[in-house]
């Protein structure tokens, strides 16, 4: 283990899932890739081109063994979307999983819907795996361009996300988009919301204020935030 909980770790292997987005296989040592459950955050510790080193957190997606996978969102406006553009097999970094899941399950649900934007996607699909069989779950993902959209066979059988392309600000969209009939998927939903940081409290207040869903069953966290400049 390296200092403050990071373990070694190299890029494995890195392909693009479609233009918008890289899925980074690392490989690290098999405890510390075990202890990333679906949907854990990962900081990820790397360099940048100019050799200065940088922190960001991403989704568990898949992990086997030694290996664990993330995808990363090619937005193009920082050093993790850029270390996620340029990686190659053999690249160091470090890794640290951090042991509380960023948003769980809410148990006994009768259906569970996922909502976000392109970084929401991972984590979502990795608990959609979770699922028990034959429990209703749907899923809706604002992105800025097509690009971003995940080809089907990566995702999780029976995920067939509604792709919400944003118009102004994150999160608008996909706050007026939402109605009662798209949601109307079980009895006791639960929903998780994910992605910017405005998204996700609008996005959860319309849940709880307009559409119907009791409090205690919407999950928001924040991912990342828009600064002006973005
Ligand atoms: C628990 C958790 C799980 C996450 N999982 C994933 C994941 O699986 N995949 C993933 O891609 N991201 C994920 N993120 C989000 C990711 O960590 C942030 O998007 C992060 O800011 C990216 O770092 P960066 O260096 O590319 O950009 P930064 O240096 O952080 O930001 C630079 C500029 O880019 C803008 N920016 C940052 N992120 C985005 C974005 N996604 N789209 C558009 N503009 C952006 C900022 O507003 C800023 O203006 C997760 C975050 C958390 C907290």
Do not use: Q
């Not at 890289?22 to 510390?32: F, G, I």
């Not at 957190?57 to 979307?81: D, I, N, T």
């Not at 690249?91 to 569970?112: F, M, S, T, Y």
Request: proline fraction near 9%; charged fraction near 25%.
């Amino acid at each position: 283990m390296a200092a403050g909980g990071f373990a070694a770790a190299r890029v494995a292997a890195a392909r693009h899932l479609g233009p918008g987005f890289r899925n980074v296989a690392l490989e690290a040592d098999p405890t510390t890739v075990a202890a990333a459950g679906p949907g854990a955050e990962v900081a990820i510790r790397f360099r940048d081109a100019g050799g200065r080193p940088h922190e960001r957190p991403y989704s568990a997606w898949k992990r086997e063994g030694a290996r664990l996978e993330v995808c990363v969102s090619l937005h193009g406006l920082g050093p993790g979307s850029a270390w996620a553009a340029r990686c190659a097999p053999g690249d160091e970094v470090e890794i640290a999983v951090v042991h509380a899941r960023p948003v769980d399950l809410v148990e006994g649900a009768g259906a569970h819907v996922f909502l976000g934007d392109e970084t929401s996607v991972a984590a979502a699909d990795a608990l959609m795996r979770e699922l028990p069989p034959r429990v209703p779950a749907r899923a809706a993902f604002e992105i800025a361009s097509p690009d971003s959209r995940w080809p089907p066979g990566e995702l999780a059988p029976g995920l067939a996300p509604s792709w919400i392309p944003r118009d102004g600000r994150p999160g608008a969209a996909l706050a007026a988009w939402l109605d009662r009939g798209w949601l109307e998927c079980g009895p006791h939903a639960a929903a998780y919301v994910t992605g910017e940081t405005w998204l996700c409290s609008t996005v959860a207040a319309r849940l709880v204020r307009e559409l119907g869903f009791p409090r205690e069953r919407v999950r928001a966290l924040p991912f990342w935030k828009r600064r002006a400049s973005s």
